[in-house]
């Protein structure tokens, strides 16, 4: 599988971000920014993320069981409004975010409305991965991989008969890194659409042993959109990550802080 074309991230720490936050972004059309980072960071900048935070986000950070969980949902959501701050010239605690008709977080400009700018977020065991596009739906994951698991079992439930049978086909010792790749393609495309994890089935991903991207193939019963196409990311050994929009005309630009 052809590796090299896959764009890299480095996951630097979040202080990063935050350090640089006053530095403006241009969005470029037909392209997704992608921004990385790893959820480590000392206290002043995990009080600084706090307070960008709005009463509700506060809230469901403080309801999470465990204080790791805690942080990290605190530094993911404050890199994030670090991250679309600097595209619209504003302070992170100034932005506001509306749930849209499927649920999917949406930016609202400062007159209420939708602005141009689009985004999403996915964050796993300490790291998170930030997609931002001008006016195009994306959808982004970021998965570890993780061996204890049943890939074949897994995938003969959840996936279809020709993915099922890609991870098969590979050496045992890949079955889980294969299972994961197929899973963040079809979850950022179900993101994209704001479609629950029960159109999982109905996505099909369709693998090219030669390049980084892939089409994507919707079942006759599916209400999901037709027409998108996953381009899969170099996120380090033992880590799976895709990001995905509509058409095949769109390009990805690696951004660091």
Known sequence: MTLSLEP???FPRVDQLTNRHTDRVALKSRTVDLWSSSLDADASVLEYCRACLSEEERARAARFVRPDD???FTL???GLRVVLARYLGLEPAALRFQPGPTGKPALLDHQGGPPVLRFNLS???GRMLVAV???QDIGIDLEQVRGNLEPLKLAERFYTQTEYETIKCRPAAGHACQFYRLWVA???VLKAQGAGIAALQYCEILVSDS????SVRLSGDSALQPGWTVQWLSCGQDWQGAVSAFGHDW???VLDA
């Open 8 to 10: 890299i991230l480095a």
């Open 70 to 72: 805690q942080l990290r």
């Open 76 to 78: 993911a959501r404050g």
């Open 123 to 125: 964050h796993s065991h």
């Open 133 to 135: 596009a001008k006016g």
């Open 186 to 188: 079809k979850e950022a």
């Open 211 to 214: 390049s980084s991207r892939a």
């Open 251 to 253: 390009s990805v630009r």
